[in-house]
């Protein structure tokens, strides 16, 4: 089964698709008609991300709440709702497909698990998703850099910095600069893997492309019916990964958005993962494409974080400290 949105948050496209089943698996038992009071809107649908070392995967115990509007149990509302979703589905948002593996497990309850060619596509996406879109680096501004400005602000920009103004801070920056310092270490970190020819920023709209994509994916040995998986399999890495996904959820829904907590999570997380998971020496000269693939999740970090500081928090999102 199949559905179109417009949201690029995993959660999100899980509620609006669970709202879909629900309402097709409703009308074929004539529960049209629900209790009053009772609304089935996306945002009540309860789907969270588990904690999991390796994979993504989501739990979904809306049929414990149907189980007792429609007086039914919990295991075979289900079962019907698994039925008529599929226990592989995919659903486009976009541009881009997403794979999950379906299934019922214990009283009730739903889990979703992101196939791994997915999670690669998703990440692609947050870095170069197309003009006007979160990823989009432009020159001077908004997280980007220009040849022989680097670190510099353009005028009338927001939390401008320029010549003579580094370090020059506000009552509400002081207190983000453990954010800020990550965000300008991502941003370090992408200069330097350009000059290294690791990846490159070109163009007058400046976008992470080379190589295109990142090669986040191993590649496949030729046997058939093998799974692809990420090149990303550090504790570390996941952990990030997973962070980055809580992140873009927590976005999607801007009337419990707590976005201090979400860049201090997010920030911290790439602590762990930088100085767990080596880009330079050994790694970029035996194996580039994990550098490369490594460098994705900097410069995904750096996009999000750039997005919490300066249009959630109201701070500038330095490029260098």
Not at 38 to 58: A, G, W
Not at 152 to 164: A, C, L, P
Not at 204 to 230: C, D, H, R, S, Y
């Amino acid at each position: 089964m199949s559905c179109c949105v417009d949201f690029v948050a995993v959660k999100k496209i899980l509620q609006l698709q669970m709202l879909n089943v629900i309402s097709i698996f409703a009308k074929s038992i004539g529960a049209t008609d629900l209790p009053r009071g009772t609304q089935l809107i996306p945002e009540i649908i309860q789907v969270k991300r588990c904690f999991h070392d390796s994979d993504i995967l989501y739990s979904c115990a809306i049929a414990f709440k149907l189980a007792h509007l429609w007086q039914l149990q919990a295991i075979d509302i289900a079962n019907q709702l698994v039925t008529t979703l599929g226990e592989k589905f995919y659903c486009c948002a976009q541009g881009i497909c997403l794979n999950f593996n379906v299934q019922v497990v214990s009283s009730g309850w739903i889990y979703f698990r992101l196939k791994e060619e997915s999670l690669a596509n998703w990440l692609q996406h947050l870095i170069s998703p197309g003009d006007g879109e979160i990823g989009r680096w432009e020159d001077g501004e908004m997280g980007g850099w220009r040849d022989g400005e680097i670190g510099r602000w353009r005028d009338g920009g927001i939390g401008r910095w320029g010549d003579g103004e580094i370090g020059r801070t506000t009552p509400t920056t002081e207190n983000f600069f453990t954010l800020q310092y990550t965000h300008a270490r991502c941003c370090s970190l992408l200069r330097l893997a350009h000059k290294q020819g690791l990846i490159k920023v070109s163009g007058q709209q400046t976008i992470l492309n080379f190589p295109n994509p990142i090669p986040w994916l191993k590649e496949a040995q030729g046997l058939e019916g093998e799974v692809l998986q990420l090149r990303l399999v550090h504790p570390a890495e996941r952990r990030l990964i997973a962070q980055i996904i809580d992140v873009q959820d927590s976005l999607s829904n801007q009337t419990q958005l707590q976005g201090k907590k979400l860049a201090r999570d997010l920030s911290k997380a790439f602590e762990q993962f930088y100085s767990s998971c080596r880009i330079w020496g050994e790694v970029k000269s035996q194996t580039p494409k994990l550098a490369q693939a490594r460098l994705g999740l900097v410069a995904v970090t750096q996009v999000l974080l750039r997005s919490l500081l300066q249009e959630h928090l109201g701070v500038v999102a330095p490029l260098e400290l």
